[in-house]
């Protein structure tokens, strides 16, 4: 093809994909297969398509998170490990017309940070919590967390996590739905086209919510993490769909509105 036929092709081609505005020209440290990074742009997109970039506050903890800063073209707050859901509704009270997300992990909203997710729950604060649940620690180097599963190996749990020596996976999303608080709690996932548009039309929802001052919203997220997983992206996926939905089934577990 001659470069007059190539630059005429050119000039007819429409861009229809492209970075969301509410994400920084950074490319991100997330491993291979990790789905924080598809989280982060269903986030992105879902403060552009709100139109609301110049007011929106994130908070988000020390953890794979940690660069949310950096990838995010919002404010965001790094509060210490497992004090997100405080420091977020210390921002939503003092500036009632921003609109405040944390994004935690599920050893900072569930292990160290139980107390003060419990409590903005149960306080029906208006914010939104993403909450990404990989059934480990992932950034510290693969050791059981509190939604680390059955019989799964982690550093910590070479053998394998049992009931008698560790308890039971702590399944947060229904644990805080018995709570009067909170608006709106479910559960997606991101392995496939069909779970990225649940979920973006989750957390479309769960910002709606907040900016309706409705109250509490969470979306939590089965997310793979195949180096602490030793596994490849595919096996990782296919191991959220077979095991991990068995212990944390998908979809709505509230909605008051």
């Known amino acids: 093809m001659s470069e007059e036929a190539v630059a005429e092709n050119t000039k007819e081609m429409k861009k229809v994909f492209d970075r969301p505005e509410s994400l920084n020209d950074q490319q991100f ?103 990404i649940n990989n059934t480990l620690y992932g950034m510290t180097g693969g050791e059981m967390a509190p939604t680390t599963l059955i019989g799964q190996k982690t550093t910590t749990t070479p053998q394998g996590r049992t009931a008698k020596d560790y308890g039971y996976p702590i399944k947060m999303s229904e644990m805080l739905a018995e709570l009067d608080g909170p608006t709106y709690i479910t559960r997606q996932a991101v392995y496939d086209p069909k779970r990225i548009d649940k979920a973006r039309t989750a957390i479309k929802k769960a910002f709606r919510f907040q900016m309706e001052d409705e109250g509490y919203s969470l979306i939590e997220f089965l997310s793979a993490c195949p180096i602490n997983w030793g596994m490849d992206p595919v096996e990782a996926n296919e191991r959220i769909k077979k095991e991990v939905e068995e212990v944390y089934p998908l979809g709505d577990i509230i909605e008051r509105s």
């Open 29 to 131: 440290s997330y491993c291979p297969g990790c789905h924080h990074g598809v989280i982060n742009r269903l986030i992105a997109e879902a403060i552009d398509e709100l139109g609301i970039q110049d007011t929106t506050v994130g908070t988000a903890p020390v953890g794979c998170s940690v660069f949310l800063y950096k990838w995010f073209d919002i404010d965001v707050i790094q509060p210490a490990h497992g004090r997100v859901s405080a420091v977020a509704t210390g921002a939503k009270r003092a500036r009632p017309d921003l609109t405040v997300f944390a994004y935690q992990g599920d050893g900072d909203f569930a292990s160290i940070g139980t107390n003060n997710s419990t409590h903005a729950a149960n306080r029906g604060e208006n914010i939104t919590t993403f909450f």
